[in-house]
């Protein structure tokens, strides 16, 4: 039997939170274009689970209503009112932020929610008028020839190829458009390893579900984390840097097993808790090394374009805007009929620019001894100027996320 074929100017790879992001705006453009991903939804996804102020703002520019009444009113998500950060000696900070009495509408500083249910939601958001959306789809292929794309694909009805002018690869880490490029590259200092897992009844957690993330002592360039979620529930994790993990020959789920069955600052809290999965893996490409995200015909988004937050962990929220800002340059090049490299040429710096305080930031970590890190983590978050740092900053933020728009500079 021949190959069925779907023919399409444009195609996204993926519809994780880029790739779904990407679509909405095409759509609430009005263009029509095709979007395939390897899975059926809901399926779960390796992940933090936060959702930062990013997020919100990507949000909002599809729907006000959906920031300001969606989140808060849907039980899948838990707003988080600040962070609570643990230095090596064990000492606690909470930063928290109070909504000034008679606010009508939360705006948390974070909200959280399982990947399992996050990506569905937004996946059932993509509009059918203009998104023929092919779950349980596979790439196994891809051509370039003449300037069109020719992809060989596989879904439940069996071999499907589809042609099209223009590709958005926002299929992850292992992006099949990312390998056929040939920059399917893991340079461990520029990624992340990381392990989750999902408990029920940890100690101690803040009644406002503040974020918490603790630096252990002797473990540079690496953080544990307690993310609450709904039901009772929270997302346990652990991440290094993976250069630092692989010079210091450190065995990543024997830390978190071991910082959970006996760090004094960790241990009592997990003692009446109850796991829910064993740890999961996956690995972080962070935005310290820049790829080449656009071309003749494609654009990179997510994490296929290395867009992880190298400070934080964060993808969710970069990768959100990376698929919006993908979005603005596919209807441009639409517009224009082009779809060669010079037509995309400022794709990278919109993706990349937002990042740079904290690729920097990253870079004066990695060059730190050891020692100096300890001391510098231990001295900055109890200090009361950097305290009333975050306090004053957080009302710039939320006003970014809830009133700014998102610039992009196609040309």
């Given at each position: ?11 996204i ?6 790739g ?72 606690a ?47 196994l ?70 974020i918490e ?54 241990a ?25 995200a ?12 290395s ?14 805007v ?18 060669d490299a ?46 009333w ?23």
């Open positions: 039997m021949s190959a069925r074929t779907v023919q399409t100017e444009i195609c790879i993926g519809a994780g939170p880029a779904a992001t990407a679509s909405l705006f095409l759509a609430k453009m009005g263009i029509p274009h095709l979007i395939v991903d390897a899975a059926v939804f809901p399926r779960d996804k390796v992940c933090g689970d936060g959702l930062d102020l990013k997020v919100v703002r990507v949000l909002r520019h599809l729907d006000p209503a959906i920031a300001e009444e969606e989140l808060p009113r849907n039980n899948i998500f838990t707003p988080c009112w600040g962070t609570r950060f643990f230095t090596q000696n064990g000492r900070t909470d930063f928290v932020h109070r909504p000034a009495t008679g606010t009508t509408l939360p705006r948390p500083l974070f909200w959280t929610a399982k990947r399992l249910h996050f990506d569905h939601f937004l996946v059932q958001k993509l509009d059918p008028g203009f998104a023929d959306f092919r779950p349980g789809c596979r790439v292929q891809i051509e370039r020839t003449e300037g069109r794309w020719r992809l060989q694909a596989r879904d439940a009805g069996g071999d499907l190829e589809i042609e099209a002018r223009l590709l958005i690869g926002a299929d992850g880490d292992h992006s099949v458009l990312l390998r056929h490029l040939g920059q399917r590259k893991v340079e461990r200092r520029h990624y992340a390893g990381t392990l989750r897992q999902y408990w029920r009844g940890v100690q101690g957690l803040h009644p406002l579900h503040l993330v603790y630096f252990p002592p002797g473990l540079p360039m690496s953080y544990f984390y307690i993310f609450p979620l709904a039901d009772g529930e929270a997302n346990v994790g652990y991440g290094m840097v993976s250069e630092v993990a692989a010079k210091g020959k450190h065995r990543l789920r024997e830390i978190f097993e071991r910082l959970i069955r006996e760090d004094p600052v960790m009592p809290r997990f003692r009446s808790a109850e796991t829910l999965e064993t740890p999961q893996g996956w690995g972080l490409p962070l935005a310290s090394l820049r790829r080449r656009s071309g003749d015909g494609y654009l990179l988004a997510g994490d296929a374009a867009l992880v937050c190298p400070t934080s962990g964060e993808g969710i929220g970069t990768g959100m990376s698929g919006y800002i993908a979005a603005q340059f596919a209807a441009a090049a639409l517009k224009n009929k082009r779809y010079e037509q995309f040429k400022h794709y990278d710096r919109e993706i990349y620019r937002r990042l740079q305080d904290e690729i920097r930031l990253y870079r004066l970590m990695m060059a730190l001894s050891p020692r100096i890190y300890d001391f510098g983590l231990n001295l900055l978050a109890p200090n009361p100027l950097f305290q740092s975050f306090r004053r900053r957080v009302q710039g933020w939320l006003k970014t996320a809830y009133e700014r728009e998102i610039e992009v500079w196609v040309e």
